[in-house]
C-alpha cells in the first residue's frame, strides 16, 4: 500500500528481455537506505517488486501484461519515473490509499498554465471516468491528486508548482500517457453494488444517493 506522495525520482539505465520478462534498472536521484531485496515500490504509479538493490539504485521484473496495460512498456533509457516506497507502521498518510495496481492509461488533452497555475486535462475510458467523482482522489502516475471536474470523457486537475517540480508531471506535454488508478473506495463501492444491482449501472457520483436510500430503508426496519 502506498500514500501517492513521490519520494523519489528513478532514471532509466538497463531494460533488456529476461525470459519473457523485461528486467529494468532504475538509479536513484536522490540515494536511498534501508530498502532490500523484496521489498515493494511503486513506479510511476506501478507495484514492482525489487529484485536488486543498492544505495544507487535497484532492478525489478515486469511481465509483457503489466507493460502493454501501463506506460512502463514505453520507457526507454534515460526516462524518468516516480518512486515511492511502500508503507509502514506508523508512517505519515499524507495523500490517499494507493494499491499501485493501474486500472489504466490516460492521456492528457490539454495543459492549461495561468502565472503558477497548471491545470490538466486528461482523457480516460468510460470504465475509469465512471469510478471518478468532483473533489475525489485520482494516482496519476502514482502521484494523489484531487479530481475538480468530471465533464465526459476527460477530468481535470489542478498541479502546484513543488509537484512539477519532484514529478515526471513536470515534463509531460499535450498527448502524454500517464498511469491511472482509481481511489480503492470507490472501486469497491461501485463492484458492491454493481453485483448487488447488476442490471443497473452505477458511478460514483449515484453511490452517495444509493447509500442514503439505503439508510432510509434501514431506519424505516427499524422503526
Known sequence: ?????????????????????VRFGFRFRKKEKGLRVGDSI?????????????????????VHET???????????????????SLKVGDGMGGHFVTGH???RGTIAKIERRKKNTTLFIKASKAIIS??????????????????KVRGAVFQIAVIPHTLKVTTLGIKRTG?????????VARYLHM???KEKS???????????????????WKKDLN
Open 199 to 217: 442490471r443497473k449501472t452505477f458511478s460514483s457520483r449515484t453511490i452517495l444517493r444509493e447509500l442514503l436510500q439505503e439508510g432510509r430503508k
Open 176 to 184: 502524454s500517457e500517464v498511469n491511472l488508478e482509481v481511489d480503492i
Open 67 to 85: 507493460l502493454e496495460a501501463t506506460t512502463l512498456g514505453g520507457l526507454k533509457f534515460g526516462g524518468i519515473v516516480n518512486l515511492e516506497r
Open 42 to 62: 511503486m513506479v510511476s504509479g506501478v507495484c514492482l517488486t525489487a529484485v536488486w538493490v543498492s544505495s544507487k539504485g535497484f532492478e525489478a521484473d515486469v
Open 131 to 148: 469510478l471518478l467523482a468532483d473533489k475525489g482522489s485520482v494516482a496519476c502516475d502514482g502521484i494523489s491528486l484531487t479530481v475538480q
Open 1 to 21: 500500500m502506498f500514500t501517492g506522495i513521490i519520494e523519489n525520482q528513478g532514471i532509466v539505465h538497463k531494460k533488456e528481455e529476461r525470459g519473457g520478462q
Open 192 to 194: 458492491c453494488f454493481a
Open 102 to 104: 493501474v486500472d489504466g
